[in-house]
């Protein structure tokens, strides 16, 4: 990812409204995790796989004893300075820990990002403990390709059962919870992409041209992050959407 991006994205992760209502419903999910699994919170081991500039880690730390890693060497050090996180700098296929290690693995909106995507999920199983769980999101549906994807370097995005066949290989584990999300605003996004596409507009944009420019602070992103905020009341009644944006995928190992 372009050095300057991460500067931007510092700002993005805590500010717009697609990351805030993001990490409502992340963070909402962890908690029914763990009253689900009776775990005690604050006392979980925690590993933040891709935590870029360090806004998940912050907000996951709620939940127990946190360890951060990140591949980008420049994002490591400025996540570093600006938060003052410890963050390991290494690569989701090569992750420097022993096996069953971790209560809980995160990814979120990672496994996009790497070529061998398998191999990604095969390193979190590795290091997950017995009955520990595996959380990740991932970008849904190759429709809604743009510019966006590729300022981001993504390989791909998922259908549901694509994630299902990546954790689902091996016998072991199962699916705790799966959906779709940003549900509401899938439509909207679609055409925006399309239109995007079709015009060419993320060449013209400003900065790294990435989507999560498009919409500035203010009553359009409060009023957004509301709406997709509320997606997190249906998910914790485990009510799956039928298509988003974007997908959660939640796994044990039992």
Not at 183 to 195: A, E, G, Q, V
Not at 223 to 233: A, D, G, N, P, V
Not at 238 to 247: A, L, Q
Request: proline share 2%; hydrophobic share 40%.
């Amino acid at each position: 990812m372009n050095h300057d991006y991460y500067k931007e994205y510092y700002l993005l992760e805590r500010n717009h409204w697609w990351f805030k209502a993001r990490e409502r419903i992340i963070s909402n999910l962890i908690k029914k995790l763990i009253s689900d699994n009776n775990y005690t919170s604050g006392e979980i081991s925690i590993l933040n796989i891709g935590c870029s500039t360090g806004r998940s880690s912050e907000y996951l730390s709620e939940f127990g004893k946190v360890t951060s890693i990140e591949y980008d060497e420049f994002c490591c050090e400025f996540a570093r300075e600006k938060t003052g996180l410890e963050i390991i700098h290494g690569s989701i296929t090569e992750l420097p820990f022993t096996v069953e290690k971790f209560d809980l693995v995160c990814a979120f909106d990672v496994i996009e990002h790497v070529e061998d995507d398998q191999l990604a999920v095969n390193e979190m199983k590795r290091v997950l403990k017995e009955n520990g769980v595996i959380f990740i999101t991932v970008p849904a549906f190759m429709s809604l390709w743009s510019h966006h994807d590729e300022i981001n370097q993504h390989f791909r995005r998922y259908k549901l059962n694509e994630v299902d066949h990546l954790f689902k290989l091996e016998k072991n584990g199962k699916t705790i919870f799966s959906s779709y999300f940003n549900f509401f605003l899938f439509l909207p996004i679609y055409l925006f992409r399309k239109l995007s596409n079709l015009l060419k507009l993320g060449n013209k944009r400003k900065g790294a041209g990435s989507d999560f420019e498009t919409f500035n602070p203010g009553f359009v992103n409060a009023f957004l992050f509301y709406l997709m905020k509320t997606e997190s009341f249906f998910i914790n009644f485990k009510i799956r959407f039928p298509f988003g944006v974007s997908i959660l995928y939640v796994w044990k190992n039992t």
